[in-house]
């Protein structure tokens, strides 16, 4: 049934690009289509947004973040993720950390001819703040506009990592704005203009020709969302340039494509409850008595193999993981490791887990076994699963593995381990995977607490200056005493990073793309507005 669909996805498709412009290849091949100035790009269905083009509710932010195009951004990240400048031309942070005050452009219009103000820059951020459930606004009190070029936001609790939130929200007109219709009908002031949204089936977008900023090469970008199967038959139909796809079809060939892998911080880890087995006051089962001794978390971590995961569960299409924030500019080198089964067996010997004769190791009548939870619906994550289990079973550990929804995983994370994925463009990343929730006492997403960690995070948070906040967030991963790393707690075992593939048609010269965030979607537009077509 589901290839049945995806041939009826593929006749659709062939109606919706003949209404759109687009052109049929002869003969179903893949030639480059007559155009130098256009690009059809097939995403995944997951990709469309659900309430539309409003930064309010989640476009350009949210698990996916990605640039919004349709609206500016007062910051940027650049290549190397640092901090650069779209609608803002500085900024300062008080001394006490509360205040940020952003001086913007004057020369800026949205769509409707209308000019973008500091006023339009405070009603956004007030407004994303009291409407948005995807992003954390609770570190802001409110934006002031100072004059027309001068915003000031006032802070609930000083937050260096601003600047990464102030590149992720678009900025919508005070005047022109409306909840209930702004999603379907943006005015923004980016690099492109939404043009046509046929829910469920694509959208098009055509460049903004008063766009502040160089002018985009690629004039018209059509989106459509497809099932992956559904995006490789189009492929192979020659019916879009672009296609995202998987390691699932990394070893096919697509006469007249080549396959595109881009680097990600999209990464796989599980989490291992660091703390003994018991109840929490909700009468939740926390805790593993297994995962709760540091040296089985050491020993699992260097009795990993993950290229062998890398090789055979993502064909080859990733990097190993050592962190949940790898190649980032706060990233802790200290994070990586070496694969060695001999060491990791010696740590578990030394820790008292002694290997039983049907192989499976016991210490004090417990039985070093445990259960792998992942997605159900996720077969990769289900595959790196069993590719743990067994290595955990050559360290003489019992693991059985069990898919479940999301309904029930992060209860169950709380004291079996979990296959997650994360992996974003701020420090909050960290903060959100090992700082103590003041409400339980314990990490988040896993039971988990470091005083010491928290402090480095809290200071990082606290300092006025971006770069020394990288230094603080490296020392909550390890100080040289104490962090989240081999040698510190290690309460998270990080696996691979996931390569983001696509099928991309000859002579389309995609831009140099950023490292991807989690998520397998937008994040490939970012600069679609650079991309260009080779000269026949």
Not at 151 to 161: E, K, L, W
Not at 431 to 453: E, M, Q, R
Not at 459 to 476: F, G, M, N, P, V
């Given at each position: 049934?589901?290839?049945?669909?995806?041939?009826?996805?593929?006749?659709?498709?062939?109606?919706?690009?003949?209404?759109?412009?687009?052109?049929?290849?002869?003969g179903g091949q893949a030639a480059q289509p007559n155009r130098t100035d256009s690009v059809v790009i097939a995403m995944d269905v997951?990709?469309?947004?659900?309430?539309?083009?409003?930064?309010?509710?989640?476009?350009?932010?949210?698990?996916?973040?990605?640039?919004?195009?349709?609206?500016?951004?007062?910051?940027?990240?650049?290549?190397?993720?640092?901090?650069?400048?779209?609608?803002?031309?500085?900024?300062?942070?008080?001394?006490?950390?509360?205040?940020?005050?952003?001086?913007?452009?004057?020369?800026?219009?949205?769509?409707?001819?209308?000019?973008?103000?500091?006023?339009d820059v405070a009603f956004t951020y007030n407004t994303v703040k009291a409407a948005s459930s995807v992003n954390d606004f609770t570190?802001?009190?409110?934006?002031?506009?100072?004059?027309?070029?001068?915003?000031?936001?006032?802070?609930?609790?000083?937050?260096?990592?601003?600047?990464?939130?102030?590149?992720?929200?678009?900025?919508?007109?005070?005047?022109?704005?409306?909840?209930?219709?702004?999603?379907?009908?943006?005015?923004?002031?980016?690099?492109?203009?939404?043009?046509?949204?046929?829910?469920?089936?694509?959208?098009?977008?055509?460049?903004?020709?008063?766009?502040?900023?160089?002018?985009?090469?690629?004039?018209?970008?059509?989106?459509?969302?497809?099932?992956?199967?559904?995006?490789?038959?189009?492929?192979?139909?020659?019916?879009?340039?672009?296609?995202?796809?998987?390691?699932?079809?990394?070893?096919?060939?697509?006469?007249?494509?080549?396959?595109?892998?881009?680097?990600?911080?999209?990464?796989?880890?599980?989490?291992?409850?660091?703390?003994?087995?018991?109840?929490?006051?909700?009468?939740?089962?926390?805790?593993?008595?297994?995962?709760?001794?540091?040296?089985?978390?050491?020993?699992?971590?260097?009795?990993?193999?993950?290229?062998?995961?890398?090789?055979?569960?993502?064909?080859?299409?990733?990097?190993?993981?050592?962190?949940?924030?790898?190649?980032?500019?706060?990233?802790?080198?200290?994070?990586?490791?070496?694969?060695?089964?001999?060491?990791?067996?010696?740590?578990?010997?030394?820790?008292?887990?002694?290997?039983?004769?049907?192989?499976?190791?016991?210490?004090?009548?417990?039985?070093?076994?445990?259960?792998?939870?992942?997605?159900?619906?996720?077969?990769?994550?289900?595959?790196?699963a069993a590719d743990l289990a067994n290595q955990l079973g050559a360290l003489g550990i019992d693991a059985m593995i069990e898919g479940?929804?999301?309904?029930?995983?992060?209860?169950?994370?709380?004291?079996?381990?979990?296959?997650?994925?994360?992996?974003?463009?701020?420090?909050?990343?960290?903060?959100?995977?090992?700082?103590?929730?003041?409400?339980?006492?314990?990490?988040?997403?896993?039971?988990?607490?470091?005083?010491?960690?928290?402090?480095?995070?809290?200071?990082?948070?606290?300092?006025?200056?971006?770069?020394?906040?990288?230094?603080?967030?490296?020392?909550?991963?390890?100080?040289?005493?104490?962090?989240?790393?081999?040698?510190?707690?290690?309460?998270?075992?990080?696996?691979?990073?996931?390569?983001?593939?696509?099928?991309?048609?000859?002579?389309?010269?995609?831009?140099?793309?950023?490292?991807?965030?989690?998520?397998?979607?937008?994040?490939?537009?970012?600069?679609?507005?650079?991309?260009?077509?080779?000269?026949?």
């Amino acid at each position: 049934m589901s290839r049945l669909r995806s041939l009826l996805a593929c006749l659709l498709l062939a109606c919706l690009l003949a209404g759109c412009g687009g052109q049929q290849p002869a003969g179903g091949q893949a030639a480059q289509p007559n155009r130098t100035d256009s690009v059809v790009i097939a995403m995944d269905v997951n990709s469309e947004p659900a309430a539309g083009f409003d930064p309010a509710y989640g476009w350009g932010a949210g698990e996916h973040v990605h640039e919004p195009l349709i609206q500016s951004t007062l910051t940027v990240t650049n290549p190397d993720l640092t901090i650069g400048y779209d609608l803002a031309t500085g900024y300062t942070v008080s001394d006490d950390g509360l205040t940020w005050t952003v001086t913007i452009r004057d020369d800026v219009t949205f769509t409707d001819g209308q000019p973008l103000t500091a006023q339009d820059v405070a009603f956004t951020y007030n407004t994303v703040k009291a409407a948005s459930s995807v992003n954390d606004f609770t570190m802001l009190d409110r934006a002031e506009a100072l004059d027309d070029t001068t915003v000031a936001f006032h802070m609930n609790r000083p937050f260096s990592i601003w600047p990464y939130t102030m590149a992720v929200v678009g900025i919508v007109p005070e005047h022109a704005y409306d909840s209930e219709t702004y999603g379907r009908n943006p005015i923004g002031s980016g690099r492109y203009i939404l043009k046509q949204w046929d829910q469920g089936q694509q959208v098009i977008l055509e460049a903004n020709p008063d766009y502040y900023g160089e002018a985009p090469k690629m004039q018209q970008v059509t989106i459509l969302f497809m099932e992956e199967d559904a995006a490789f038959l189009a492929a192979q139909a020659g019916q879009v340039d672009v296609a995202y796809t998987s390691a699932t079809y990394s070893g096919e060939d697509i006469d007249g494509y080549r396959l595109a892998a881009y680097q990600s911080v999209d990464n796989r880890g599980v989490n291992l409850p660091a703390v003994p087995a018991g109840t929490d006051a909700q009468g939740r089962a926390i805790g593993n008595d297994l995962t709760a001794d540091v040296q089985v978390r050491r020993a699992i971590n260097i009795g990993i193999d993950r290229q062998e995961m890398i090789d055979n569960v993502l064909n080859g299409h990733g990097t190993p993981a050592y962190s949940i924030c790898d190649q980032m500019p706060w990233y802790n080198k200290a994070a990586e490791v070496s694969y060695d089964p001999e060491a990791a067996a010696a740590l578990l010997d030394e820790a008292g887990w002694a290997m039983g004769p049907d192989g499976i190791r016991e210490k004090d009548g417990v039985r070093a076994e445990l259960t792998l939870l992942y997605a159900s619906d996720d077969s990769v994550r289900q595959a790196l699963a069993a590719d743990l289990a067994n290595q955990l079973g050559a360290l003489g550990i019992d693991a059985m593995i069990e898919g479940v929804g999301w309904d029930t995983a992060y209860d169950r994370a709380l004291s079996d381990p979990l296959i997650w994925g994360w992996g974003a463009h701020t420090p909050m990343e960290l903060y959100n995977i090992y700082h103590t929730d003041g409400d339980t006492g314990s990490a988040l997403y896993s039971p988990y607490a470091n005083p010491t960690v928290d402090a480095y995070m809290d200071a990082a948070l606290a300092s006025t200056d971006l770069e020394t906040s990288y230094d603080l967030w490296r020392k909550a991963q390890w100080d040289g005493q104490t962090g989240v790393t081999q040698e510190g707690d290690i309460p998270w075992i990080w696996l691979v990073n996931v390569d983001h593939l696509y099928w991309v048609r000859d002579g389309l010269q995609i831009a140099e793309q950023k490292i991807h965030p989690h998520g397998h979607g937008w994040s490939i537009v970012n600069n679609v507005d650079q991309w260009s077509w080779a000269q026949a």
